[in-house]
């Protein structure tokens, strides 16, 4: 398809109005990386089995390879890069940061959205909760228990600051 064929599109990301001019068959996963330079999206599997690409869409987790960026238009879109606050990383990031749930790091974005949505349902989750929450996400190291620590140690940072 050449860019004649491209058809504009409005997406709200991380606050952030932004528009491009794509094919209307461009995932929200392509749109977000090769068109708005935000890469911390993982592309794994391309076909929704893996989660290294989940974002956030109007406060629930998708994935974003097999989510088309045209049904995307006018909903509030985060990624990773959202988390942080102007380069403070968010206690789920710091979390997966000390207790080493980053591992290689691939599936840690999307590890990362789905936590963040757990928590913000559910202070305090249980190991069966936070592993029902991030069933959707594949780890390909060493397994989930660093992961579950994390999130567990983010449960318990926000339970005590607020």
Not at 38 to 51: A, E, F, H, I, V
Not at 132 to 146: D, Q
Not at 154 to 162: D, M, P
Request: proline share 5%; net charge negative.
């Amino acid at each position: 398809m050449s860019d004649a064929e491209s058809v504009p599109c409005r997406l709200r990301v991380n606050g952030d109005e932004r528009t491009c001019a794509l094919p209307p068959y461009t995932t929200l996963l392509e749109a977000l990386r090769y068109h708005l330079g935000l890469t911390g999206s993982k592309q794994g599997c391309d076909k929704g089995d893996c989660g290294a690409c989940t974002v956030v869409m109007d406060g629930e987790p998708v994935l974003a390879c097999i989510t088309l960026a045209l049904a995307a238009e006018g909903r509030e879109i985060t990624t990773v890069e959202g988390l942080a606050d102007h380069g403070t990383p968010h206690p789920v990031q710091d979390a997966f940061d000390v207790t080493g749930g980053a591992q290689c790091g691939f599936c840690t974005p999307g590890m990362l959205m789905s936590a963040w949505v757990l928590l913000k349902r559910n202070a305090s989750p249980s190991r069966e909760e936070i592993a029902h929450a991030l069933s959707g996400n594949l780890c390909r190291c060493t397994g989930y228990t660093k992961i579950y620590e994390a999130v567990e140690l983010a449960a318990k940072s926000a339970r005590n600051s607020s």
